[in-house]
């Protein structure tokens, strides 16, 4: 199903039958409609309504997510995210009313899009196109790290003609490497000294603890990052950063106070396992605990959906990618 996702001020939603008025009217003006190939000018009501309807199919299946842009519950515009057969890649595509033009709101929409097809979705890459003549497409592009990967045409049923096209795409590799935020590190502050020879920047440890937490039937709490955090909509196992002055074991059972309203003091915090991964920008040393007995109903504190999981179905919860050699070790701990 296509999720709900926010992007600043703008909410991104599955289409509704009853966005058919605002659509047909916002997509029949020529400045929009002459940018989207398979549409006819002018633009009928009845292909509004059928086109919400294929869309909510396309969601179902699994096959394509159509999102409305939305501001303050109106309508401004489209994206999409066109998936193909093998679920491995995904097309982008957009719209935006002209009166909201100019406004950056295309590139904060789809830098959403985009962070989700490749984090939640897994899809390996997301290509685009864009008439040669639609110079604010290829810019949206651009700023959203796609790269152009050649030319072609296309047929513009509105303008009714073919058109020559820029083809884009965007690797996840490249997206991940580019857009991870950098953090606190625990390594002293550069000294103020300036190289004479400029050196490539050293990756930087971040240390995270997490736990696996166990319930009475060996089922694992996995807690779903919440919208307008990084990585949102990622699975993973409750923690968080460590802190100056923290040892890991306090570290954990102040996150899991602040997080999940649960009390670990004088609980066994069983050292398992630990990922040492590149996570872009910085390197993750995450250690993983194992914990079977606290006190109090695990909460979410944070915006975060809290779900008890087998071991055996944690492939089918999207995580991050260095918690993803975890999952064998858990599974041989718990089968
Ligand atoms: N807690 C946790 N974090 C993980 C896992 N896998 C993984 O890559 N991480 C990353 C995501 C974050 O970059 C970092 C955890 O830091 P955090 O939870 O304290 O930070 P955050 O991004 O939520 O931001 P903030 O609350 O500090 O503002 O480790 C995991 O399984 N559990």
Known sequence: MTPELKAG???????????????????????????????????????????????RRDSAQGSAHHFAITRDGALLGAIALVLSDDRRSGSLGYWLAPTEWGQGLTTQAGQRVVEWGLTVLRLEKITADAAQDNVASAAVLGKLGFVKTGTSSRRFVSRGQDCPIDLFELPRATFLAKTQEPVEVSAPPPAEVTPVVAEPPKPRTLLVVAAALLDAKGRILLAKRPEGKRLAGLWEFPGGKVERDETPEQALIRE???????????????????????????????PLYVVRRWRGVPTPREGQTLEWVAAADLGRYAMPDPDLPLIPLLQELLG
């Open 9 to 55: 001020r703008l909410v991104l939603r599955s289409l509704q039958p009853g966005d058919a008025p605002a659509i047909h009217r916002l997509i029949n003006d020529w400045s929009v409609v002459r940018m989207l190939s398979r549409l006819p000018f002018p633009y009928p009501r009845e292909l509004a309504e059928q086109w919400i309807d294929s869309t």
């Open 256 to 286: 899991m106070r602040e997080e999940l309203g649960l009390d670990l003091t004088g609980a066994c915090l069983a050292p398992f396992t630990f990922v040492s991964e590149n996570a872009g920008p910085f390197h993750l040393l995450m």
